[in-house]
């Protein structure tokens, strides 16, 4: 298994699988083919059907610039591989001089047909289920954290410190920003009005809810507007870990460093399901997405409060449990609703998780995170395409505007 490292990677939004992992592509396929005088790249499977609204087009076209490109939206080819997949073809003198099949298969990440992956530390841990995990620590009476840094090298802290500045820029600048985020749906922001609101609340529930939320829509809405967010693991879903922590720090004043070491327990968690499911919402819909990330916040969040290990582990498999099933149907392809409300109420969720987990019992329980995370992925392999990001279902073939949405609600408040 891979650094987790690989699970967060600082970028411009609004789609890791659409956006960053079609970009990460055509740059490396631009820096093989040089020479080419046209680029033909055809999206095929959930790529075609919502690309236009998530950018997919417009990153080609940003990263290949100066070139002679054409796309190709081809929403009839069956990806029997993976649904999000992309061919690239290089042109000299109208010869085709190469061609490659790449799979974005989620969080950023690709897959190029024929090459051998070619990723960074990609066997750091040898341990790839959580249980194994669990067991060594207990044989080995050490902590989570410790066996973490015993494997990956002096770089890991550096890094997730960057990481954690990045996600705190993007919940200040998302709670500073107003007006609509960009595409069809018009949908006015709400980060900086909730955030507001909370300030006179007495109720200490409705607070708490009203300043998780808050920063969930503000990492959330800078993500749909293009702007710099982290993967956790993914865009659609990167709201909900900042959420937590920047409400831990806040309400609880927990140091960068613990923060830092919440970060590498969640990585681990989104690093598990990355290797033995999937973090895609083509692939396995947003139970992919956004119950991994309320996942990885419940972790993160327990092991912040000093839960047990086994506890840690509890908070992780009752934070995807319940997203089981969920799907992924974003209206008009963009990632905005169900989206952005979403990583609020998981950020939530997430904190919930964590504290059943340290109500409940011990963390003796009968349903471990590998048996959560094996079930999402058949659940996802048993969902229909029409719920795996092609918005061809669900939400987004039943959206009627709602009459009562008031657009200027923002500005009023
Ligand atoms: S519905 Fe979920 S999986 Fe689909 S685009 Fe939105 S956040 Fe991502």
Known sequence: MESIKNVYKIGNGPSSSHTMGPKNAVQKFKETYSDADQYIITLCGSLALTGKGHLTDWIIKQTLKGSNTKIIFDKKTNCSYHPNTMILEAYKNEKKISEWEVYS????????????????????YDIEKMTDIQDYCNKNNIELIDYIYSKEDETLKPYLQDVWNAMQNAIHEGLEAEGIIPGKLGLHRKAKRIYNSQKSMVNEEIRRNKLLTSYAYAVSEQNASGGIIVTAPTCGSCGILPAVLYYAKIEYHVSDEKIINALAIAGLIGNLVKKNASV???????????????????????YIMDYSLAQIEEAAEIGMEHHL??????????????????????????????????????????????????????TGKDLGEHYRETSKGGLAKKYVRNKFYNPNLSEEN
């Open 105 to 124: 298969i989620g969080g950023g990440d690709i897959e190029i047909k024929g090459k051998r992956a070619n990723k960074v530390n990609s066997d750091v």
């Open 280 to 302: 895609s919402g083509a692939e396995c819909g947003c139970q992919a997405e956004v119950g991994t990330a309320c996942s990885m916040a419940a972790a993160a969040y327990a």
């Open 325 to 378: 099933g969920l799907t992924c149907d974003p209206i008009l392809g963009y990632v905005q609703i169900p989206c952005i409300e979403r990583n609020a109420v998981s950020a939530i969720r997430a904190i919930d998780a964590a504290n059943l987990a340290f109500l409940i019992d011990d963390g003796a329980h009968m349903i471990s995170f590998d048996t959560v995370v094996d079930t999402m992925y058949q």
